[in-house]
């Protein structure tokens, strides 16, 4: 059973930065890709960004383009969402997933791709 627990959410005020965090309890964590997405009440998950096994390939949706970093540390089966200049659009439930070994990275935009998702953690950004 594969287990997310996502840290680091709170309350920032526009223009603020948080730093997300997400560690996995699976033993082959440097195999899968990761990501990230997020959800408001009532609203469809939005994917936010990506990485692969690696760190060598990520992506990220437009508007957290050049705001938001993802990265992982694969001796600590943790991954990471650097979030900077935060805006109050960026007021979510944030999630982190892992990327279903048989899914390619050309689907990581899916949330079907996905087969574990951590509980989430709030963000919540005043202006």
């Known amino acids: 059973q594969v287990q997310l627990v996502e840290s680091g959410g709170g309350l920032v005020q526009a223009g603020g930065s948080l730093r997300l965090s997400c560690e996995a309890s699976?033993?082959?964590?440097?195999?899968?890709?990761m990501g990230w997405w997020r959800q408001l009440p009532g609203k469809e998950r939005e994917f936010v960004a990506a990485?692969?096994?690696?760190?060598?390939?990520?992506d990220y949706t437009d508007s957290v383009k050049g705001r938001f970093t993802i990265s992982r540390d694969n001796g600590k089966n943790t991954v990471y969402l650097q979030m900077n200049t935060l805006v109050a659009e960026d007021t979510a439930v944030y999630y982190c997933?892992?990327?279903?070994?048989?899914?390619?990275?050309?689907?990581?935009?899916?949330?079907?791709?996905?087969?574990?998702w951590g509980q989430g953690t709030q963000v919540t950004v005043s202006s």
């Open positions: 990485i692969n096994w690696s760190g060598v390939r990520s």
């Open positions: 699976v033993r082959t964590f440097t195999t899968y890709a």
């Open positions: 997933a892992v990327l279903g070994g048989g899914s390619p990275w050309s689907s990581h935009t899916s949330p079907a791709a996905y087969d574990y």
